[in-house]
């Protein structure tokens, strides 16, 4: 039985953002968006020893302890997996493109403002070009100087993160991923998406004038009706900020079914 390779790159004092995107597909094996489990053991395992390799003094310990130590220090939302944004701040990436990202895109309001920008022609994804342009800006944002074969590593390596089906474009879940996971509302809403008839029903009740949009007080009760449905515990905090988000999808406040069916469906809308 062939022996899994030791990811490369592990012992580099910077890494790209191609080198870091190689890494985390090394350990994500299953894709799942976190490194866990078996995962993390050997990530731990091979960090530790290309330290240890580059002259990095490693503390005396036992491999649970120095693994405990790791966790608590790296495991941001504490649930016992890493994800891309917290691998970001362990690993030496250069010009750290991923954090550049959520220093300026750092809250759920902030990226469905950005997303809103960028997706100009209202499809629920950004595609390729559009894409750059969002990274540009982002850099520009960000005071970091780059230049067009760097932009397009970029988007590049962005849209070999989060292209999951190779189809050239980023829906706005994937895309958020980016963010940090307790400020990423969309999470919340995935194991309450849905099917494109029961939106359309649940949009019909609140939209009772059939004029096409919602506002921010039918859009509450809409999100509220949700959460009941689906048994899950309201924070009214968590809930006043989800809906501040979705918002900044609307025009003038006005919400409209297209957008919201962006965040609540499985599918975007063709």
């Known amino acids: 039985m062939a022996v899994k390779q030791q990811a490369p790159y592990l012992h ?51 491999f649970a302890e120095k693994m405990k130590e790791f966790m608590q220090k790296y495991d941001k939302n504490a649930d016992g997996k890493i994800e891309m944004a917290e691998l970001a701040q ?57 230049d067009e074969p760097k932009l397009q590593e970029y988007t590049q390596t962005i849209l070999r993160m989060f292209d999951l089906n190779g189809d050239g474009k ?35 009740f609140y939209d009772k004038d059939g004029n096409g949009f919602i506002d921010e007080n039918e859009l509450d009760a809409l999100l509220k009706d949700l959460y009941e449905k689906n048994k899950k515990e309201m924070n009214i905090q968590h809930l006043t900020n989800y809906r501040k988000s979705i918002m900044n999808l609307s025009d003038g406040g006005k919400l409209y079914r297209k957008e919201l069916e962006i965040v609540l469906c499985n599918e975007p809308p063709m």
């Open 12 to 62: 580099l004092a910077e890494l790209t953002a191609s080198q870091f995107l190689d890494i985390w597909k090394h350990y994500d094996s299953d894709g799942n968006g976190y490194i866990e489990g078996k995962e993390l053991e050997n990530f731990f395992q091979e960090l530790e020893s290309a330290r240890r390799g580059a002259g990095v003094d490693s503390k005396n310990g036992s």
């Open 90 to 146: 362990i690993l030496p990436t250069e010009e750290n493109f991923l954090l550049c990202f959520r220093q300026h895109v750092g809250s759920s309001s902030e990226f469905m403002e950005a997303w809103r920008k960028y997706d100009t022609d209202r499809s629920g994804y950004i595609e390729a070009n559009e894409l750059k342009g969002f990274l540009s800006d982002l850099l520009k944002k960000a005071n970091r100087p780059y």
């Open 170 to 204: 980023l829906g706005l879940s994937e895309m958020s991923r980016l963010l940090p996971v307790q400020e990423n509302f969309l999470l919340k809403f995935q194991g309450m998406k849905l099917a494109t008839d029961e939106f359309n029903a649940i949009f019909a």
